[in-house]
């Protein structure tokens, strides 16, 4: 029964999906030109685009496709124990592994495919109407947005179908242990599309400035710098395929974690069992009402239109949910885990606290970033004074804006863990990912529209069509910081709940902080943030020296191409681009992956327990304060650029420059890869939980003989 | 009997601290000046100095008198509870904590008028010779190290015994509890001196050049800079009183910590309990050893000697510790609390975890901040390519150097605890901070070599002197970059101690990481450390604009003042830095102040618990890659001004300024700060543990009615 409710929702969602997409291929190029010849310009540059991501993804997919197979041996290695159990427990981790891992990349396949079908076609109906590009762009976010969440919840489905085909007769707990390797595989395709897609977006944004803007002194857009493409290419890399790869992680790590906790309570009885998974799904109607019922005329509304999009959307789901709620899971009060007397109630009250505590965390990013708000009109203010006050006053103002999202969180722990225990956290995370569809929607939307800004300007479309690309482009920047603010809530919840059903998994039945091995593992959770966030902003600086070489080569080596009578190789930059972030992701990709199996096989599960702690507490001030500096810097420069402090040109506006490079790094690479550190930690944790809860702490088991 | 042994090394510290102030003494300005003329003016700016100094610090002092009062009083009415227990706890108590807070206050006075003299007699004695400067400064600075230790633990033995004295019968843990507020009066006078302090420095060195050598284009330590001398005495303020402040509540509040909890291990057995005092004291004849075996006479030897004297008085201690433990403690395993089986030896193991540990966090804090090393070649180098790159290197540099201190404090906090339960991590505090004198000595000699380079300057003493002076100068910059990693590591194992003792207080048996106050805890925790951080950075910025338009009000006001012919209203400008950091102080102090009693009361001991240990998980990287940061933009811009990358007046000079300019705040300020957020906190709620104990989690409690 549950589960035909769940297959509904989740073939309703690719059907919306589709219908997303059709509207977008609908939208002829040819037709809504000004003239042919504009026409081909924009298919050319289009197409070089498209080709550019999907010479990204391919790339990737390779060298992803090697460490799933690795991975894969090891999962199946480190936690098969055929001499204990009788379930091969690591083959099918294995298996439900791989799939995860190919679910994700599908869905962000087909969200990139329309993300680089949708910026040209949003480009010519721009020239239509602003209501016209705003609705094609939103539409091609839609189908990321739709595409992604009925992927994850048929995946899901689909792998606990099979799983209690073929394992009939086991307990359900085994099957939803087994179900977490799911997550694990959505999560090692985030690390590839958020960490290296991350290094790849400010790699090539850098490079492009650097060399373009500043020594060739050529502006942004132009299709003489060589690194134009490959700058296109990176936005939609980092916000379509990174943030989608990001949050069907968390959307499957955390619906796992649930099931995972809820297994022995709720055996035998289906309905409650998925339930997680079941309550997940109201976001897609609430999603599709929430966007359909909100257009832009007007500048002014554009906006309004994508913030009441997500507002509705909250609230339709507030209330829905709690009758599913009332109607899945038992009446009468029940116990989980060590917790007794839980109600429905109590975990639809866990539920919406996530759901709740999420929105006010986007909302306070943008009080934080937008430059409507005194944060950051402070920090353009502080331009005046130079570049040195222009830097300390953002990098206060990120520190500032970490505090009360952390109490936010806070917040929703002991409202959750109070009304229904370890998996009233694994709720709280459902829920503040409840509206994945519409934010991915809106998140999705952001490179499109700025993607159709490159288009207009390369295909020379004019500057009445570049005004309005660049108002959908200004409310997609507002937007993309709510996003960011919102993965990392939810990101730390996930890790949270992954942390949960861990201990559930290790049978601790505390983690007391006296013990040593578990504050050493705190401290030494603290130093692998840090550790992290040097890596990767050294990576993304290594990665666009690459990249400048390159650029400055092709000037020097290619006679014409200031001119504009010779074609840049775009396809080179490109290629540099997507070399370099790979590379330079390996290390602390690596450390991400081993040093929790490291760690607890050396020192045990407390150890473990507190490393994946003292990560999270680290990770979620840097991942915020970082997110939400270098939103800042970013829109204090706007805010100059619109003519406060006297505009472009002054030293205001040379510092509030500086500060946005630096912010560069912050917010689009290392910020958001630290939601990837404690996840995925987090869920390594608890698929080889087995192995370390039996084979752990060698190293301290030896000290103390 | 051991009474006697700390009461005898105690005077011989106060003896050398009076022998090193007549050796500064016995130097004659007059005798030692080239000039009667020359001599007149430098006792003319040492006095302005002198007087700037002491006028901040009676200023000062009557805050810290009023703040002092008030909270005595709270001692007094939160903690007795005259109707459960017969001893008038609280009153016994707030008498210990304003005795600590004068001892503190005595010895930091002591110290900056030592300093303010032996500032002006290094400027002459340098006229001599290299090494006679160096003796002169290093002497002065040993009256700080010296008074310091001796007040210290004096104060300590004195509380002690009047407190055995009259509540005779009383239980030793009774007693230590009491004494623990001598600690506390200890770490709040620190909150004035390093958070005040910290704030005045940067506030006085940000307004002098930014007004002085950008604006009106005259260079640094000129007289007729109407901030030249606030800006000097701000380096005494910063590393004399700051600093001194600081390690003074460390010592004060880790001995405590290590008595409160063997009290009741060691009831009855006078010699080991007060053998966390005995211990402390071999620092002292160590450190007078360290002091005395060494000399600088060339360039190349000042460096080394600095150093040379820190490694031997570690070895010394390290050896004399050994027999001292051996001789004071039980020869047969004895129980700690809850562990069992602990050994003299096993205590001296965790002494030596944080003596080694603490050396090594001081040398690694060399490597990543010296431009004789990789990393700050680095950021120098990264200059080239412009200030944004300066700045991402060296925020990266900043976060990569916590990485290895975060794990050696977790090493030692195994170590420690594993040979001797919580006691150990006390024992490893005191272990850090057994060098003390020699480290404050060294610190002390900082600003003493500074503002005698400053002082040649203004009294036109010539280039030769200035060049001595410079070279004294530059040993102390890398030797205070040290010393301040050897304060963040120290205040790391201090206020794990001093939670340990609160732990003890609290009859906690275990604190569960599971516990959802306990989590939240941790997040509140993170969440004050980057509360702090941005307070105190955006508190440098607005009192530097205080001082900035006072420098600009003379310039405009004071005929004659460019040209040299008026003098410069320098006291005005003291008091303008005096009563602006003493201002912007007030809101983080009252937050470090009030946030743990507050959430005790309100949410219980408990989350208290996390709390504390969210904040120091969060602030020990904060701290180090803050101090690290800075000092690395520092010497990086100093290595581009020997003549790397182009030199002065290059795009990469320009670039490594900015650099400098904003690790001002961060290595001056807001890093050190985050010393006495974490340690005045735990402090704090040890104090009041009987309160939160008996009276907390009302609103918990509330909400489970």
């Given at each position: 029964m549950v589960e035909s409710l769940i297959l509904g929702f989740g073939l309703a969602?690719?059907?919306?999906?589709?219908?997303?997409?059709?509207?977008?291929?609908?939208?002829?190029v040819e037709k809504g030109a000004s003239s042919p010849e504009e026409a081909e310009r924009l298919n050319k540059i289009a197409k070089a685009i498209r080709d550019g991501a999907m010479a990204f993804l391919f790339r990737e997919y390779k060298t992803l496709a090697i460490f799933i197979f690795v991975f894969a041996l090891v999962i199946g290695f480190l936690i098969d124990d055929p001499a204990t159990t009788e379930v091969r427990e690591g083959l099918y981790s294995s298996v439900a592994f791989v799939v995860g891992a190919v679910t994700s990349i599908l869905a962000g396949f087909i969200?990139?495919?329309?993300?680089?079908?949708?910026?040209?076609?949003?480009?010519?109906?721009?020239?239509?109407?602003?209501?016209?590009?705003?609705?094609?762009?939103?539409?091609?976010?839609?189908?990321?947005?739709?595409?992604?969440?009925?992927?994850?919840?048929?995946?899901?489905?689909?792998?606990?179908?099979?799983?209690?085909?073929?394992?009939?007769?086991?307990?359900?707990?085994?099957?939803?242990?087994?179900?977490?390797?799911?997550?694990?595989?959505?999560?090692?395709?985030?690390?590839?599309?958020?960490?290296?897609?991350?290094?790849?977006?400010?790699?090539?944004?850098?490079?492009?400035?650097?060399?373009?803007?500043?020594?060739?002194?050529?502006?942004?857009?132009?299709?003489?710098?060589?690194?134009?493409?490959?700058?296109?290419v990176g936005d939609n890399?980092?916000?379509?395929?990174?943030?989608?790869?990001?949050?069907?992680?968390?959307?499957?790590?955390?619906?796992?974690?649930?099931?995972?906790?809820?297994?022995?309570?709720?055996?035998?009885?289906?309905?409650a069992l998925l339930y997680p998974l079941a309550i997940s799904c109201l976001g897609i109607p609430s999603s599709f009402i929430g966007i359909l019922a909100f257009k832009a005329k007007t500048e002014e509304q554009v906006q309004g239109a994508l913030k009441n999009m997500l507002i509705l959307a909250t609230v339709l789901m507030a209330i829905m949910s709690y009758f599913l709620t009332m109607y899945l899971l038992p009446t009468t009060p029940f116990t989980l885990g060590t917790r007794t007397g839980v109600t429905a109630q109590g975990v639809y009250l866990a539920f919406l606290s996530g759901l709740v505590s999420g929105y006010l965390i986007g909302w306070l990013t943008e009080y934080f970033t937008s430059h409507a708000y005194g944060p950051t009109r402070e920090v353009a203010k502080s331009s005046e004074t130079g570049t040195a006050t222009n830097i300390i006053y953002g990098l206060a103002?990120?520190?500032?804006?970490?505090?009360?999202?952390?109490?936010?969180?806070?917040?929703?722990?002991?409202?959750?863990?109070?009304?229904?225990?370890?998996?009233?956290?694994?709720?709280?995370?459902?829920?503040?990912?409840?509206?994945?569809?519409?934010?991915?929607?809106?998140?999705?939307?952001?490179?499109?529209?700025?993607?159709?800004?490159?288009?207009?300007?390369?295909?020379?479309?004019?500057?009445?069509?570049?005004?309005?690309?660049?108002?959908?482009?200004?409310?997609?920047?507002?937007?993309?910081?709510?996003?960011?603010?919102?993965?990392?809530?939810?990101?730390?919840?996930?890790?949270?709940?992954?942390?949960?059903?861990?201990?559930?998994?290790?049978?601790?039945?505390?983690?007391?902080?006296?013990?040593?091995?578990?504050?050493a593992g705190l401290l030494v959770g603290g130093a692998l943030t840090c550790a992290f966030s040097a890596m990767t902003m050294r990576s993304v600086g290594l990665a666009a020296l690459a990249m400048i070489e390159e650029v400055r080569r092709q000037f020097r080596s290619i006679p014409g191409l200031m001119e504009g009578t010779a074609e840049a190789e775009y396809a080179k930059c490109v290629d540099i681009a997507t070399q370099?972030?790979?590379?330079?992701?390996?290390?602390?990709?690596?450390?991400?992956?081993?040093?929790?199996?490291?760690i607890g096989w050396l020192f045990g599960q407390e150890m473990l327990a507190g490393l994946l702690i003292g990560a999270l507490v680290t990770a979620v001030i840097f991942a915020i304060s970082m997110a939400n500096s270098g939103g800042s810097w970013d829109n204090a420069k706007k805010y100059i650029e619109s003519g406060a402090h006297g505009g472009r040109g002054t030293e205001a506006h040379k510092a509030a420059v500086v500060g946005d490079t630096v912010g560069d790094p912050f917010k689009d690479t290392s910020g958001p890869a630290l939601n990837i550190l404690i996840k995925l930690m987090a869920i390594i944790s608890l698929v080889f939980a087995p192995f370390v809860h039996n084979m752990g702490g060698v190293l301290v088991k030896m000290l103390q003989h």
């Amino acid at each position: 029964m549950v589960e035909s409710l769940i297959l509904g929702f989740g073939l309703a969602s690719l059907a919306a999906a589709w219908l997303f997409s059709m509207r977008v291929q609908s939208v002829s190029v040819e037709k809504g030109a000004s003239s042919p010849e504009e026409a081909e310009r924009l298919n050319k540059i289009a197409k070089a685009i498209r080709d550019g991501a999907m010479a990204f993804l391919f790339r990737e997919y390779k060298t992803l496709a090697i460490f799933i197979f690795v991975f894969a041996l090891v999962i199946g290695f480190l936690i098969d124990d055929p001499a204990t159990t009788e379930v091969r427990e690591g083959l099918y981790s294995s298996v439900a592994f791989v799939v995860g891992a190919v679910t994700s990349i599908l869905a962000g396949f087909i969200g990139m495919r329309t993300a680089t079908a949708g910026n040209v076609r949003t480009a010519v109906s721009a020239r239509e109407s602003l209501e016209k590009g705003f609705v094609t762009a939103i539409n091609a976010g839609a189908v990321m947005g739709f595409g992604l969440s009925g992927l994850a919840v048929l995946g899901m489905l689909g792998c606990y179908m099979a799983l209690d085909n073929v394992l009939k007769g086991q307990e359900a707990h085994t099957i939803m242990e087994i179900l977490s390797g799911f997550g694990l595989g959505g999560s090692s395709v985030a690390l590839f599309a958020r960490v290296g897609g991350g290094i790849y977006t400010k790699a090539a944004d850098v490079g492009a400035d650097l060399v373009g803007k500043v020594e060739a002194g050529i502006p942004e857009d132009d299709p003489r710098n060589p690194a134009v493409i490959a700058d296109n290419v990176g936005d939609n890399v980092g916000d379509v395929a990174g943030m989608g790869a990001d949050l069907f992680g968390s959307v499957a790590e955390s619906t796992c974690a649930a099931m995972v906790i809820g297994a022995i309570a709720f055996k035998g009885q289906p309905s409650a069992l998925l339930y997680p998974l079941a309550i997940s799904c109201l976001g897609i109607p609430s999603s599709f009402i929430g966007i359909l019922a909100f257009k832009a005329k007007t500048e002014e509304q554009v906006q309004g239109a994508l913030k009441n999009m997500l507002i509705l959307a909250t609230v339709l789901m507030a209330i829905m949910s709690y009758f599913l709620t009332m109607y899945l899971l038992p009446t009468t009060p029940f116990t989980l885990g060590t917790r007794t007397g839980v109600t429905a109630q109590g975990v639809y009250l866990a539920f919406l606290s996530g759901l709740v505590s999420g929105y006010l965390i986007g909302w306070l990013t943008e009080y934080f970033t937008s430059h409507a708000y005194g944060p950051t009109r402070e920090v353009a203010k502080s331009s005046e004074t130079g570049t040195a006050t222009n830097i300390i006053y953002g990098l206060a103002l990120g520190y500032n804006s970490a505090v009360i999202p952390s109490l936010l969180i806070a917040a929703t722990v002991v409202i959750a863990v109070s009304q229904a225990g370890m998996y009233g956290i694994a709720l709280s995370a459902i829920g503040m990912l409840g509206t994945i569809s519409v934010a991915l929607t809106i998140d999705a939307y952001g490179p499109v529209a700025d993607n159709a800004g490159g288009l207009a300007e390369m295909a020379h479309m004019g500057a009445d069509i570049r005004k309005r690309t660049d108002i959908l482009d200004a409310a997609g920047n507002t937007t993309a910081a709510m996003g960011k603010g919102f993965a990392i809530g939810s990101a730390a919840l996930t890790a949270l709940a992954l942390f949960s059903a861990y201990v559930t998994q290790c049978q601790m039945d505390s983690i007391d902080l006296l013990n040593p091995w578990v504050m050493a593992g705190l401290l030494v959770g603290g130093a692998l943030t840090c550790a992290f966030s040097a890596m990767t902003m050294r990576s993304v600086g290594l990665a666009a020296l690459a990249m400048i070489e390159e650029v400055r080569r092709q000037f020097r080596s290619i006679p014409g191409l200031m001119e504009g009578t010779a074609e840049a190789e775009y396809a080179k930059c490109v290629d540099i681009a997507t070399q370099a972030s790979l590379r330079e992701m390996l290390r602390p990709g690596l450390m991400v992956v081993f040093t929790p199996i490291l760690i607890g096989w050396l020192f045990g599960q407390e150890m473990l327990a507190g490393l994946l702690i003292g990560a999270l507490v680290t990770a979620v001030i840097f991942a915020i304060s970082m997110a939400n500096s270098g939103g800042s810097w970013d829109n204090a420069k706007k805010y100059i650029e619109s003519g406060a402090h006297g505009g472009r040109g002054t030293e205001a506006h040379k510092a509030a420059v500086v500060g946005d490079t630096v912010g560069d790094p912050f917010k689009d690479t290392s910020g958001p890869a630290l939601n990837i550190l404690i996840k995925l930690m987090a869920i390594i944790s608890l698929v080889f939980a087995p192995f370390v809860h039996n084979m752990g702490g060698v190293l301290v088991k030896m000290l103390q003989h």
